[in-house]
């Protein structure tokens, strides 16, 4: 099975900061990952798909890139609904795992 | 838009079966595969199981033997049974469509989530 593995765990910013969260694949995934916001208490919502596009609606602070097996998440000027958990996603194979979460804090 | 809605109850007893129901709304279960995902209090995403209306079905393979996911196109709903419960199993339970294009998919939208608990 292919392993996602995320860094940091968690990680603390202020309003305004810019972040990066790295995910890495146990193997050569190509650009199928996808990214998650979840906000405290509530589902989680998609913010990137494909490694790097964008999802109707997501404000452009979020940018996702990498290719194979290291992607990236940056928010480029954090805003109070950003301090949540981070999660990315492969879709490379069938059984379509998750990243252990990075939880963002003030 | 595509709303999805979960129901069951909030208290299983161990050993016993958990039963979820999914009500789409906005789209019909007859296209894109369905899903269930679960958090437990604290921890990560899990996913349990998707499955498209012609029945091709992925299952966790280490829930497989315990997971039941059926699909109601009548009633624009799709279930998840997970039987011999414990208290491991204790978790936010989600449905989210599993959609996308030819090359990737992705999982959009997420329902709100309903908490199981598995207690005496």
């Known amino acids: 099975d292919i392993q996602m593995t995320q860094s940091p765990s968690s990680l603390s910013a202020s309003v305004g900061d810019r972040v990066t969260i790295t995910c890495r694949a146990s193997q050569n995934i190509g650009y199928y990952v996808n990214w998650y916001r979840q906000i405290p208490g509530k589902a989680p919502t998609l913010l990137i798909y494909s490694a790097s596009s964008l999802q109707s609606g997501v404000p452009s602070r979020f940018r996702g890139s990498g290719y194979g097996t290291e992607f990236t998440l940056t928010i480029s000027s954090l805003q109070p609904e950003d301090f949540a958990s981070y999660y990315c996603q492969h879709t490379s194979s069938t059984l379509h795992a998750f990243g252990q979460g990075t939880k963002l804090e003030i | 838009q595509v709303h999805l809605q979960e129901s069951g109850p909030g208290l299983v007893r161990p050993s016993e079966t958990l039963s979820l129901t999914c009500t789409v709304s906005?789209?019909?279960?007859?296209?894109?595969?369905w899903s269930w995902i679960r958090q437990p209090p604290g921890k990560g995403l899990e996913l349990i199981v998707y499955m498209y209306y012609s029945g091709d079905t992925i299952y966790n393979p280490s829930l497989k033997s315990r997971v039941t996911i059926s699909v109601d196109s009548s009633k624009n709903q799709f279930s998840l049974k997970l039987t011999s419960v414990t208290a491991a199993d204790t978790a936010m339970y989600y449905c989210?469509?599993?959609?996308?294009?030819?090359?990737?998919?992705?999982?959009?939208?997420w329902g709100q989530g309903t908490l199981v608990t598995v207690s005496s």
């Open positions: 989210a469509r599993l959609g996308g294009n030819d090359l990737h998919n992705w999982f959009d939208p």
């Open positions: 906005g789209d019909s279960v007859r296209s894109d595969y």
